[in-house]
Every structure is written in C-alpha cells, then in structure tokens.
T-cell receptor, first 111, second 114 residues
Framework: GENVEQHPSTLSVQEGDSAVIKCTYS??????FPWYKQELGKRPQLIID?????GEKKDQRIAVTLNKTAKHFSLHITETQPEDSAVYFC??????????FGTGTSLTVIP | DAGITQSPRHKVTETGTPVTLRCHQT?????MYWYRQDPGHGLRLIHY???????DKGEVSDGYSVSRSKTEDFLLTLESATSSQTSVYFC?????????????FGDGTRLSIL
C-alpha cells in the first residue's frame, strides 16, 4: 500500500515568518493530496487540497505544491499567526482507494 | 461544519466489555469511515462503508466490526475491548468516490479501556 512520510514532526516559527511542511509518498498512482489542520482536542479540518493535474494551489496565506516526479508535496504558510498553531496532517490517495495519512507536524507560532 | 455527530464523546470502560460508537450524518453522503488516532501514528483507517449494508476493512480492522443499516448511521463495535484499543476515534464522511473526494470529520470519541 501507500506510505506517506511527513517532516518535520515539530516546527516552531516566529510570528510573521513562513512555515513549510513536507510529505513524500510512495505510490506513483496517488493523485489526490489533502492537508488537514487539527487544533488541540478538535477534529481534523480540511484546509487545502491539490490534485495531480496541477503543480500549485493557493488560498490566501496557505499554498500547496506538488512534485509528481519526486513524489513529494509541501504545505506553505506565510505570515504565520498564533492561531496557525496546530497539528497539520498530509494525506495521499487515489480513486477507489483509502487515504493514507502522514504522522503529523506540530506547528507552534511564537508571538 | 459538516453535519456529523459522534456519540458518545467520551467513554471509560473495562477490558473485555463490548463497546459501540455511533456516527450520525445529516449530509446523505455515500461514504463513511472510522479512524483511530494515536500519537506517532496519525490517522489510521479501521473500516469504511460505501452504502447501506456495504462495508469493508481498513488497515487496522482486527478487533473491530461495523454496521450500516441506514445511510445516516455508521456504528463501530469493539466486541471485547482491550487496552490497546484505547484511542481517539474519528468518523468521517465523503460525498464522491472513495479516495477522490475530501473527507470531513466528526468531533471524535475519546475511548479509555482500563
């Protein structure tokens, strides 16, 4: 099956700086890559997703990039704010198959 | 937020007892999923359903069973709970084809087995 690796496991940044979280996947047939944000004690919430037919997608301060050749995708958060502090999960999937999640990155934004 | 309700939200029980967790959706989505979340493991799929009475196993299905008698309800049962099943359990739903559409999660059930 698919194997998704996520790095780093913890990340601390100063408020206003950028944060980057990277994921790699093993199955070249995977074609859908969502990112979830989970605040402490809350549900994972979808924040952005990308499909394999595009290389980059942006939504205000967050963006996701995908490199199909290298089989990795990254979440970029610019101008970080304290409310961005949370655990972020990446996932990879393909039609007719299950989602495989990374092990999460705990992001702390220091005011 | 997606209309997903999990019950109970918290439960403490003893080893060997049966436990049933309920997931209820108001979105009329076809696909429903049960995950467990443990430190260092992220979210792992236990079972999923692709319609009434249609279910299949995920990567960590041993010790769990599921049932879906109505579109809106998906039950997860631990027939004889063990301490290794202490975890946070999340239900998720998706509208379209499995693996190709975003999943939306419920608030979770924190289950402790003593």
């Amino acid at each position: 099956g698919e194997n998704v690796e996520q790095h780093p496991s913890t990340l601390s940044v100063q408020e206003g700086d950028s944060a980057v979280i990277k994921c790699t996947y093993s199955d070249s047939a995977s074609n859908y890559f969502p990112w979830y944000k989970q605040e402490l004690g809350k549900r994972p919430q979808l924040i952005i997703d990308i499909r394999s037919n595009v290389g980059e997608k942006k939504d205000q301060r967050i963006a996701v990039t995908l490199n199909k050749t290298a089989k990795h995708f990254s979440l970029h958060i610019t101008e970080t704010q304290p409310e961005d502090s949370a655990v972020y999960f990446c996932a990879a999937s393909k039609a007719g198959n299950q989602f495989y999640f990374g092990t999460g990155t705990s992001l702390t934004v220091i005011p | 937020d997606a209309g997903i309700t999990q019950s109970p939200r918290h439960k403490v029980t003893e080893t060997g007892t049966p436990v049933t967790l309920r997931c209820h959706q108001t979105e009329n989505h076809r696909y429903m999923y049960w995950y467990r979340q443990d430190p260092g493991h992220g979210l792992r799929l236990i079972h999923y359903s692709y319609g009434v009475k249609d279910t299949d196993k995920g990567e960590v299905s041993d010790g769990y069973s599921v049932s879906r008698s109505k579109t809106e309800d998906f039950l997860l049962t631990l027939e004889s709970a063990t301490s290794s099943q202490t975890s946070v359990y999340f239900c998720a739903i998706s509208e379209g084809q499995r693996g190709n559409q975003p999943q939306h999660f419920g608030d979770g059930t924190r289950l402790s087995i003593l």
